[in-house]
């Protein structure tokens, strides 16, 4: 059930995009919508299985969500991610590859979309993401092998990583 109050910030005090956007130059109302999609992507990796880690991505194109994904095991398999020792099983799909795989199943397109997800992309999501089209990733926070967004860049598609800091979400091109 959706909660504001569970969200960062609470919705009372969030400001309305239509209410801002005559003030708001181009850069100001793209981080707003930014980070309105990273939210929704964090609360999209709430579905994940996984106890490790809960990644979360949505797929934008047009301001319309053309897919979405969160990391877990594939259709049919039990939805447990780690094995006894705790270490990810090596068929767990990421929260990216679920996202694009399941665009590729409908009439959609994700040429030229967005991609948010809460966590940095690796390698193997990064070449996923290049093959699809996608030509901007914004991320919450980095995964600890940053080679995938470092493929992104040689690629020429737009990384950001967006923060929040003092209150205040800050976009920052990679």
């Known amino acids: 059930m959706y909660n504001p109050a569970l969200l960062p910030e609470k919705a009372a005090n969030r400001p ?6 005559p003030l708001m130059d181009h850069t100001a109302k793209q981080t707003l919508l930014d980070t309105r999609y990273l939210r929704m992507a964090q ?27 969160y990391n877990g095991t594939p259709q049919g398999f039990e939805n447990v991610c780690e094995d006894d020792d705790d ?46 089209g996608i030509r901007r990733v914004v991320f919450g926070e980095y995964y600890r092998i940053t080679d995938g967004v470092q493929l992104l860049k040689r690629a ?19």
């Open 16 to 21: 309305k995009y239509n209410q801002l956007s």
């Open 43 to 69: 609360i999209w990796a709430e579905n994940s299985y996984c106890r490790r880690r809960q990644v979360g991505a949505i797929i934008v194109k047009d301001k319309m969500i053309i897919s979405d994904g």
């Open 87 to 132: 270490h990810t099983k090596a068929y767990v799909l990421h929260a990216e590859a679920n996202a694009i795989t399941k665009v590729a199943q409908s009439h959609n397109s994700s040429s030229g979309a967005t991609l948010y997800v809460t966590t940095s992309p690796c390698i193997e999501c990064a070449k996923l993401i290049i093959q699809s």
């Open 156 to 174: 020429g598609i737009e990384c950001v990583h967006l923060t929040r800091q003092d209150g205040q979400y800050q976009s920052i091109l990679i």
